[in-house]
């Protein structure tokens, strides 16, 4: 048990799956685990284990935003020992060429500032991805037959944005999507010399205004599920 997670020692298994809504957790854990058994549900953040294809996983809502992500991830890996790590979420589409229910794999994850800048000063560190999940997730998704984007993400503190300029600087410099917790995801597994990844799905576009219409999230949300398990296991 920690301060935000109540499972009991041995509860989370060494591959969590993280999506920031803790009833998309619900959901995935329905829908892609056996025996799914819930692990914690203190601040109605819930998690839940089971196995997918006999393999342990664990699905954990992380909340919205890097300072939520950050509290979740921390007690995994120090209290929990968790090992891989990968986070499925939504994101906005930055570019003409990606459309809303696209998935993208994010390489990268630029920012303007992470709960971890308090340790790096004046570093500009580049958070990226766990080479090997990368590869997999490319290869799991060509396997679910689903076409995806490999690339550089934005992961901002702000959903409500007020600074257009940004955005144009980003889509300018190939961004592919935002979205607001992948950065200190990646640089907490850095630190700890875990795996990382995360897989998003484009749920609105910031170029076209383009939306996925809530009745069919959950068919596009499952694809980047079945990636995740598979990378995480190949
Ligand atoms: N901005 C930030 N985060 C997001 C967005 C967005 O447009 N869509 C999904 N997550």
Same mark, same amino acid.
């Given at each position: ?39 914690? &549900? ?32 921390? &007690? ?19 570019? &003409? ?24 000063? &004046? ?11 990368? =590869? ?25 944005? =007020? ?15 935002? =979205?607001?917790?992948?950065? =200190? ?50």
């Amino acid at each position: 048990m920690t301060f935000h997670i109540g499972a009991k020692d041995g509860e989370i298994a060494d591959t969590v799956l993280l999506p920031g809504d803790p009833y998309r957790a619900r959901w995935a854990a329905e829908n892609f685990l056996k025996d799914a058994v819930l692990v914690n &549900e203190v601040r109605g953040m819930l998690g839940f284990t089971g196995t997918w294809k006999g393999n342990r996983v664990t699905i954990q809502g992380s909340g919205m935003g890097m300072p939520s992500l950050s509290i979740y991830v921390n &007690e995994l890996i120090k209290d929990y020992g968790a090992r891989t790590l990968i986070r499925i979420g939504s994101c906005g589409a930055m570019q &003409e060429d990606v459309a809303v229910r696209d998935v993208i794999i994010a390489m990268s994850a630029t920012s303007i500032s992470t709960p971890s800048d308090t340790i790096f000063r &004046e570093l500009k560190f580049a958070p990226t991805a766990d080479y090997g999940l990368l =590869e997999a997730a490319v290869g799991a998704a060509a396997k679910v037959g689903v076409g995806v984007h490999v690339g550089g993400i934005y992961s901002s503190d702000t959903f409500y944005d =007020e600074r257009p300029d940004l955005t144009s600087e980003m889509t300018r410099h190939g961004i592919l999507g935002v =979205e607001m917790e992948a950065a =200190e995801l990646y640089i907490l597994a850095a630190r700890y010399k875990r795996r990382a990844l995360a897989v998003l799905t484009v749920s609105d576009h910031l170029i076209t205004g383009d939306a996925l219409p809530s009745d069919q999230r959950e068919k596009s949300f499952g694809d980047m599920i079945e990636i995740a398990l598979e990378s995480a296991f190949a």
